[in-house]
């Protein structure tokens, strides 16, 4: 008879059930929850959302918060990658990531404490 302690140890696979919000920008915070996100693991590898990648904030079996980094507008899906390699991607339903806001003007150009400034542009609130 062989027998081994402490030997491998078959996990319940990864499942995302939520991402909120289901769009955003540079900077946006995202928050993904499901089961077995660490995939047995203490960390995290990556998570991209719509093919940009973000910066992990906190991470655990039931919920990751991350802050999206720079990317192109798309649709695509949340891929999470832990630290052992596996891998699990959202199924129910994509991440749009939005184009950057761009500012068009400034004006005044100047001005005291107290003074009102018009800033016009698009995408000024995120989409």
Known sequence: ?????????????QNIT??????GQFGTRVTITGTNLLAGGSSLASVNLAGAPSNITSASDNQI???????????GFVVVVAESGAT???SNGSFTYLANGVVASVSPSSGQTG???????TRLLGG
């Open 115 to 121: 003074s009102l400034v018009t800033i016009t542009g």
């Open 1 to 13: 008879t062989v027998s081994r302690s402490n030997g491998f140890q078959y996990l319940i696979q």
């Open 18 to 23: 939520s991402v909120t919000p289901t769009q």
């Open 65 to 75: 918060v991350v802050s999206l980094l720079n990317g192109t507008e798309s649709v």
């Open 88 to 90: 699990v991607s959202s």
